[in-house]
């Protein structure tokens, strides 16, 4: 498979309107964001197949693996930076100093970032903006593009955050965000998760862990653990042509009969029939 590099910090690709994406199945050593300024089509990474539309951003992290479909010619747009760039955007916002983190685990959970109606309008005019000056090349271009830029990555932070099962805002302690960063770098690691690691990895005892842990989510570690998970499973089952027993053997239950037994009884019905649905039964209320 082909995997690109990218040879300086940040890098702005506006194409033009295309029925045909001219790449195959290919990897980024960087990050990428792709907006999509018209056009419609499916976008395929790593196992999911993601319908785009125009105002759909997209997030394409380091050794990610995807294409693009066309079915209506589409214009991208894409942003792709490394992280010599996040360094060099660091502030003094929190989000920004966590940035890198966030954007690596966020393909766990893929379709389009922008979570929030009003952030989806506040992009298409910093898109707007960015496109503005990446083709004129105005006086100060270079200065608001950076500007720009660093705006769009907070948004993307944000957005990307809500998606979380747990709140995380700037208001957050900073040992409970890593605590959230660390289970979210590790959901496909069981061993990882357990009390007794996540304790020594942090130098407390589990007594504390699970009472601090509670306080700062309002859920119990293992709570939010078979949250996220199955937060990942309905997208797995949603957005790619996985199995159900590999789904299971990807979260490390038993087997397919277990998966089986815990979504039913956390979303009120089977994940075969989640599938057939396209999300859209009724389920049940809990984690």
Excluded: W
Aim: aromatic share 10%; hydrophobic share 40%; charged share 25%.
């Amino acid at each position: 498979m082909i995997k690109d590099n990218l040879h300086q910090p940040v890098e702005l690709v506006l194409k033009e309107y295309m029925d045909e994406c001219p790449r195959g199945l290919h990897a980024h050593t960087f990050f990428e964001l792709v907006y999509i300024v018209g056009g419609s089509g499916t976008q395929h990474i790593n196992t999911a197949e993601l319908h785009y539309k125009p105002g759909n951003l997209f997030l394409v992290a380091p050794h990610d693996s995807h294409l693009f479909r066309i079915e209506q010619a589409t214009q991208f747009f894409f942003i792709r930076f490394n992280s010599v760039f996040l360094q060099s955007a660091k502030g003094d916002s929190i989000l920004m100093e966590r940035l890198e983190h966030i954007l690596q685990h966020a393909s766990h959970a893929p379709g389009c970032i922008l979570k929030d109606e009003t952030d989806r309008l506040t992009v298409k005019h910093l898109m707007d903006s960015l496109i503005r000056e990446h083709l004129q090349h105005g006086l100060y271009h270079q200065d608001l593009i950076k500007h720009y830029l660093q705006i769009l990555l907070v948004l993307v932070a944000r957005n990307i955050t809500q998606s979380f099962p747990a709140i995380i805002n700037e208001a957050s302690e900073e040992k409970i965000v890593r605590i959230l960063e660390y289970i979210q770098a590790n959901i496909y690691y069981p061993e990882r998760l357990r009390a007794e690691a996540i304790s020594n990895e942090f130098g407390v005892s589990e007594t504390y862990l699970g009472r601090y842990f509670k306080k700062h989510t309002g859920e119990t570690l293992q709570e939010y653990l078979l949250g996220y998970k199955l937060k990942l499973i309905e997208n797995r089952l949603l957005h790619s042509s996985m199995r159900i027993n590999e789904i299971a053997d990807e979260f490390g239950f038993t087997d397919k009969s277990h998966l089986n037994r815990i979504f039913k009884k956390y979303r009120g019905v089977n994940p075969g029939v989640y599938r057939k649905s396209g999300g859209e039964v009724k389920v049940a209320a809990g984690l």
